[in-house]
C-alpha cells in the first residue's frame, strides 16, 4: 500500500514530477523505483474477519484479482493524480471505461444527452445496445450550451462531454455546458482522452466568472497518452464523489472488467513521460497545422488552437486557465482537402505518405493518417454543411521530428495535387 504523500516543497509541482515522485513505498528492502508486477486472481484473506470487512470500493485491502492488485492500485492513484481526482478504476479499455459509466448510470426509462461530434463507439452503444434495454438517446449541439439546456428533461440523467469533438475537434463551449448539467442537477461525464490531464484541469475549471464548476466524471482512454507506445488498450474512469465512485465501482465488479497486471506496468513505465510526451506532440501539431493552414490544396484545417477552427475561443478559455503554461492542444489536428479531390485523392494521399501510417488511435511513437467521410455523421453541423465538404484526413502526431514530418506532407500533397490537376 502506499504512504501518505508528503509534499516535498510549498511550490505546486508539475504532471511530470508529480508523477515521478508519486507517493509509493516499495516492498521491504527493495527500494526500486520500478512498482513490482502483482498477480494473483485468488488473493489471501488473513481471516474471515478480514473477507466480512473487506474494501471493495476505496481499496485499502484486496478481494479478488479481478477487482485489483498492489499494481493495478499504483496505477489508479496516479491516474486520479493525473486528471486532479479522488478515485479512479481502471476498465480493459477506454471504450470499455465510456460504457461502464453508460451501464452504472442508465436505467430503463431514462435518456442519455450526447454531442453530436461524441466519439463513434459511443454514440453506437446509444443507439443499438442502450436502445435495446430501453434508454434513450439525444443529440446536442456541443457548441451551445442552450440547446444542452433545452434538451434536458426529467428522464435525463447523464450528459456525455467531449473537448475536443472526436475527428472533427471542433472544441465544445465546456464551461458553459458543464454549468447548465450543474443547474439543472444532471450527472455529467467528459471523454477527457484529448485533454489527458495536461491541457486542462477538468475537476478544477471554473466559469468566466470564476464561479467552480463540478465535473462529475472523467473518463480517459489510456491506450493513447498514458501508454505513449501504441501497445496497450486499458481505459479509467475518475471521479471525486465518494458515493459516485462506489455505484461505478460496483458496476465495475458486476461487469467483471478485469484489467492485466503487465498492461498495467506497461503504462506505470510510461508515465513519468506523458507530460514531455504530450508536449512535443503539441508542439509538432501546431507547426503542422500552420502549415497545412497555408497549402492551396487544403480547404479548411481543425486545430483548436488555430483562431479559423470551431471552438478557438472555447479552447483559449478552458486550456489558456493555467496562466504559468502555453496553452496546449494535443497532437491531433484533422483537415478537409480542396473539395475537387475526390474519395480516390484522399486514399491515394494516405498512402503516398511515408512516415504516417495508415492507422487508428492516437498518443504513440508514431504519426498516423486516417480518411472519414461525415456524410451522415454528424446532424447538427451547420459549420460543415456550409463549408469545406465531408472528406476529412485526420493527423496524429507522433515522436518523429515535425520538419520530416512537414516534408512528408508536402511531398504527398504535392503528388495528389498533380494528379488532380493534370486528370
Ligand atoms: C476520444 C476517444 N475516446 C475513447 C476512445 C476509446 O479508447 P480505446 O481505443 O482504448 O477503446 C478513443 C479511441 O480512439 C477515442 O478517440
Known sequence: MNSPSKP??????????????????????????????????????????????????????????????????VLEERIATLEGAKHCILA???????????????????EVLLPDNVYGPNKHFAQQLLASYGITHAFYDPQDAQDLASKISPKTKLVWLEAAGSVTLEFPDLLGLIAVCNQQKVVCALDNTWGAGLAFAP????????????????????????????????????????????????????????????????????????????????????????????HPAVAQVRHPALPTSPGHQYWQQVCGQNAQTPAQAAGLLSFFPDPSWSSADVDAFCEALQYFKIGYSWGGPVSLVMAYDLRGDRQLDSSLSAGPGTRLIRLCIGLEDANDLQADLAQALAAVQAQVQTS
Not at 508529480?18 to 486472481?41: D, N, Q, R
Not at 480493459?92 to 431514462?110: E, F, Y
Request: a neutral charge; charged letters at 15%.
Open 8 to 73: 516535498l516543497t510549498t511550490h505546486s509541482p508539475s504532471a511530470s514530477t508529480e508523477l515521478i515522485h508519486h507517493a509509493y513505498t516499495p516492498p521491504t528492502g527493495f527500494a526500486s523505483p520500478a512498482v513490482p508486477v502483482a498477480k494473483g486472481s485468488t488473493i489471501f484473506f488473513p481471516s474471515m474477519a478480514a473477507v466480512r470487512e473487506r474494501d471493495w470500493a476505496f481499496k485499502t485491502t484486496y478481494t479478488y484479482g479481478l477487482h485489483g492488485t498492489s499494481t493495478s492500485f
Open 203 to 294: 475537476f478544477d475549471l471554473r466559469s468566466p466568472d470564476g464561479q467552480a464548476l463540478t465535473l462529475d466524471i472523467s473518463v480517459h482512454a489510456l491506450t493513447k497518452f498514458p501508454s505513449g507506445g501504441g501497445d496497450v488498450l486499458m481505459g479509467s474512469v475518475c471521479t471525486r464523489d465518494a458515493e459516485l465512485h462506489k455505484r461505478l465501482k460496483r458496476c465495475h465488479m458486476q461487469i467483471g472488467f478485469g484489467v492485466g497486471m503487465n498492461d498495467v506496468e506497461a503504462i506505470l513505465r510510461a508515465l513519468p513521460s506523458i507530460q514531455l510526451r504530450y508536449a512535443a506532440q503539441d508542439r509538432s501539431a501546431q507547426q503542422l497545422a500552420c502549415f497545412l493552414a497555408q
Open 92 to 110: 480493459p479499455s477506454g471504450l470499455a471505461a465510456l460504457n461502464m459509466v453508460n451501464l452504472a448510470l442508465l436505467a430503463q426509462g431514462d
